[in-house]
């Protein structure tokens, strides 16, 4: 039995939870004992959502949380609930959608406030612990909180609104709205875009296009120079926070480094720049330098070193310049863009560069000295759980870079990553969503079937042994729909004992939402099993484009090529899914065409392309 008089989460399996054990709140994990406590005891609950690599999380925990007379008035009123929303992305997405509605916009650290049965009134992001940025002080917004419950305590019940009942969108206005987007430079903070790349790149080699070209290297090569790439030890951060990709949050993610591998890997198939080989060759020694544990990934790096953003990666033009020689310089200072005075916010004060190219070029030894001189400083925390959902994307990217770079070595990782994922997370027929160390998290995820069953499906085209899995995890994935109606089945985000089955995530952005993540694993599973499937119509532009790419795929544009041993992947278009069988055929466009031999079918290829 808990004692709800004291912080409790020294107890939990997440890094990020731990971070706040010493805080003065009585913080509590987000399970059934505690909202059952909170609902006898007629208490708000305050739910705090954030992630071990998040800046602002930490500055409000060293702040905000620490404030004794704002934990005080918490643990007299209040039951107080931390959350990682790594491990509980029904909640997040839950939560970010209450605040997205009601707010205009969310982010982290997510604090909601609701009623003692669980029910939303309030939200907001970061809050100080003295008025400041136009926003209360935390004291004061609680006892805000607590008059505005105790005056209207009836709250309706929230479900969020799908993002589908947008409806449905013609081919010819998804790509106008696409090339609209991107023809003129967005203001604001500055995210990749994965999913709409990769569509893009499926779309663009079947219809070329040479405005879509342009868009997506300008794309990649403003993704690959900018503040967001790690240019010294590769690897991407989470997104930049200005127009002109200057300055980023330094938070490394996991699901970044295998959307962008995956996105690099593709791109060098169908655009052929060698740089972006050399992205995402680095991109893979970033992951295993700094991500690697044992076959598995971790799920991040912090933003922060010593609580100041950036500081591992900083330098100053005199530090580079000491630490080069003069031709090195020369060459260094011709590619990349050094101010003395330093750039962006982070760095005018203490004269500090972030290093940003001017040309998408690369100096192999001097990166590597100046690397080998950052790994001596003090180096930003690193978030160690392993989440299923995120190593199956990776395990999905680490195969792109084999079949297209091709990487020498990705393919045994992409195999060693699955079997690690299988014997570690895959349990008395169940998946588990994360494990840090040997804890193992309960409760079961729509994301994490669906991306394990995406993983296996890719898999099995390399190697017909996977088929047993893509055959086990196909229909433990469809548990997670609800047939009210055969034309109204929707995915549902989890199955746990402490929330309810809601609608699933269908927002594609950064990562495919776990609605997407399903619908592509069922349509690729159900091919390469030879099982029936519909074809699915395309859905509003850069909020769905991972299901857009499904969808284009179901209409019919994927070459599903069933042949008695795999053909190269290079000698393929990047449109093909390779199916093992006795006989040789192409089935393309809602027709299957049979072949006499390899030889016909690939000349029949080569004519197409």
């Not at 940025?133 to 709250?155: D, M």
């Not at 994307?393 to 070595?409: F, K």
């Amino acid at each position: 039995m808990l004692n709800f008089h004291r912080n409790n989460l020294h107890q939990a399996s997440s890094p990020y939870l731990q971070q706040h054990q010493n805080n003065p709140i009585h913080w509590q994990e987000w399970n059934t004992e505690v909202l059952e406590y909170a609902q006898k005891n007629h208490k708000i609950i305050l739910v705090s959502i954030g992630y071990a690599a998040c800046h602002w999380c930490h500055v409000m925990a060293r702040q905000a949380f620490s404030y004794q007379a704002s934990a005080d008035f918490l643990n007299t009123y209040f039951v107080c609930i931390k959350v990682d929303r790594e491990q509980r992305p029904d909640l997040d997405h839950y939560c970010m959608s209450f605040i997205q509605e009601t707010q205009g916009q969310g982010g982290w650290p997510l604090n909601i406030f609701m009623t003692p049965e669980g029910k939303p009134f309030f939200a907001i992001t970061y809050v100080p612990v003295e008025p400041q940025f136009g926003r209360p002080a935390f004291l004061e917004l609680l006892h805000f909180i607590k008059t505005e419950y105790e005056h209207n305590q009836n709250s309706p019940d929230y479900l969020p609104h799908p993002y589908s009942q947008e409806g449905k969108v013609e081919e010819p206005q998804l790509i106008f709205l696409l090339k609209k987007n991107f023809s003129s430079p967005s203001s604001g903070p500055q995210f990749p875009p994965h999913c709409t790349i990769l569509f893009l790149l499926h779309y663009y080699e079947q219809n070329p296009d040479a405005e879509l070209r342009q868009i997506m290297e300008a794309l990649l090569d403003k993704m690959a120079t900018s503040g967001l790439h790690d240019h010294l030890q590769g690897g991407f951060y989470r997104y930049c926070v200005d127009e002109t990709w200057t300055i980023p949050h330094f938070e490394k993610m996991l699901y970044d480094q295998a959307m962008l591998l995956w996105v690099y890997s593709t791109a060098y198939k169908i655009i052929s720049k060698p740089t972006y080989k050399i992205v995402a060759e680095k991109v893979i020694c970033c992951l295993e330098e700094t991500f690697a544990d044992a076959g598995l990934y971790y799920s991040s790096h912090d933003a922060d070193t010593d609580h100041e953003e950036g500081a591992t990666y900083l330098w100053t033009k005199e530090e580079l310049e000491k630490n080069c020689s003069p031709d090195e310089f020369k060459q260094f200072f011709d590619v990349y863009e050094l101010m003395k005075s330093g750039n962006g916010e982070l760095g005018v004060a203490a004269k500090k560069n972030h290093l940003i190219k001017k040309k998408l070029r690369f100096l192999p030894e001097t990166e590597k000295k100046l690397l080998t001189l950052r790994k001596r400083r003090v180096q930003p925390f690193v978030d160690k759980k392993q989440v299923t959902s995120w190593n199956a994307l990776l395990g999905i990217g680490l195969l792109m870079a084999s079949r297209y770079l091709p990487h020498p070595l990705a393919k045994v990782q992409a195999e060693n990553l699955f079997k690690a994922l299988w014997e570690k997370h895959f349990i008395q027929g169940k998946i588990s969503h994360s494990s840090w160390g040997e804890k193992i998290q309960s409760g079961e995820f729509l994301e994490d079937y669906a991306g394990l069953l995406l993983f296996a499906t890719y898999l099995s085209e390399e190697n017909e042994q996977y088929l047993q899995y893509v055959e086990t995890l196909f229909p433990l994935l469809l548990e997670f729909k609800e047939k009210q109606r055969i034309e109204n089945s929707k995915w549902i985000e989890s199955k746990t004992d402490d929330f309810p089955s809601l609608p699933a995530s269908e927002f594609d952005h950064p990562i495919p939402s776990s609605v997407s993540l399903a619908e592509m694993a069922e349509l690729r599973a159900s091919i390469i099993l030879g099982k029936p499937y519909q074809e699915k119509s395309y859905r509003p532009a850069l909020s769905s484009d991972f299901y857009n790419l499904m969808a284009f795929m179901s209409q019919g544009n994927w070459h599903c090529l069933h042949t008695p041993h795999a053909l190269l992947w290079k000698q393929l278009p990047l449109n093909s899914l390779q199916i093992k069988s006795a006989f040789i055929q192409d089935c393309y466009q809602q027709r299957c065409i049979p072949f006499k031999d390899l030889m016909a079918l690939r000349e029949s290829l080569r004519r197409s392309a």
